[in-house]
């Protein structure tokens, strides 16, 4: 049985998570905001819109001045019915997309390689998950005629969704952290450091 809110009938369950995740703070490199919620893939929606931008201490090591490593979108889903295909009643989902060096964006694993980013944010975080899928893309971007002079880019794209297994709202915050790791990790940046937290609050 589903229990729901007496104020707006949204379902408690749904309510808790989308609680926590509505604690997300910025960080020094990480700007996180509200965004719109698809309304087609599940009965109930939130997302969270992320960009990593650099900072003077990124701008001294490197000495470039991009000001937007890389941004991304998380939206959890929530579905009392459970699908079949999705494990659970909650489901994650995610893009990120980023602008890479040419010589990682040739590399010929660079799929394999983004995507073992991803299992491995989850696992540090200690998440447990299920049915994940996902797909890399890689985006190359030629300029030609009055253009001709912008140098060609390359972008990773990478969308990914899994099953959250939750017993308790706060555990949503560990998917959220190993996202925002992930997110950085895209960007050529170190997650964030031991003890720091995206989430105030989160239980280990």
């Given at each position: 049985?589903?229990?729901?809110?007496?104020?707006?009938?949204?379902?408690?369950?749904?309510?808790?998570?989308?609680?926590?995740?509505?604690?997300?703070?910025?960080?020094?490199?990480?700007?996180?905001?509200?965004i719109?919620?698809?309304?087609?893939?599940?009965?109930?929606?939130?997302?969270?819109g992320?960009?990593?931008?650099?900072?003077?201490?990124?701008?001294?090591?490197?000495?470039?001045?991009?000001?937007?490593?890389?941004?991304?979108?998380?939206?959890?889903?929530?579905?009392?019915?459970?699908?079949?295909?999705?494990?659970?009643?909650?489901?994650?989902?995610?893009?990120?997309?980023?602008?890479?060096?040419?010589?990682?964006?040739?590399?010929?694993?660079?799929?394999?390689?983004?995507?073992?980013?991803?299992e491995?944010a989850?696992?540090?975080?200690?998440?447990?998950l299920?049915?994940?899928?996902?797909?890399?893309?890689?985006?190359?971007?030629?300029?030609?005629?009055?253009?001709?002079?912008?140098?060609?880019?390359?972008?990773?794209?990478?969308?990914?969704?899994?099953?959250?297994?939750?017993?308790?709202?706060?555990?949503?915050?560990?998917?959220?952290?190993?996202?925002?790791?992930?997110?950085?990790?895209?960007?050529?940046?170190?997650?964030?450091?031991?003890?720091?937290?995206?989430?105030?609050?989160?239980?280990?």
């Open positions: 049985m589903v229990s729901t809110s007496p104020l707006n009938r949204i379902p408690a369950e749904f309510t808790a998570v989308t609680s926590v995740l509505r604690e997300a703070r910025n960080t020094n490199n990480v700007s996180i905001s509200e719109p919620a698809p309304a087609r893939l599940a009965p109930y929606s939130y997302a969270l992320a960009e990593v931008k650099t900072d003077e201490t990124f701008l001294q090591a490197t000495g470039e001045s991009i000001e937007e490593l890389a941004t991304g979108r998380i939206v959890v889903l929530y579905d009392p019915s459970a699908p079949e295909e999705w494990e659970g009643q909650f489901r994650v989902v995610s893009y990120i997309r980023a602008e890479l060096e040419h010589e990682l964006g040739n590399e010929a694993m660079l799929g394999h390689v983004a995507w073992t980013w991803l491995e989850l696992e540090a975080n200690d998440c447990e299920a049915a994940a899928g996902g797909t890399t893309t890689r985006v190359l971007s030629e300029s030609f005629g009055t253009l001709a002079s912008r140098p060609a880019t390359i972008d990773l794209e990478l969308r990914a969704s899994w099953t959250p297994v939750i017993t308790e709202p706060e555990q949503i915050g560990d998917h959220f952290e190993a996202w925002i790791d992930l997110l950085c990790t895209v960007a050529g940046l170190p997650p964030l450091p031991e003890g720091v937290s995206a989430l105030p609050g989160r239980r280990r």
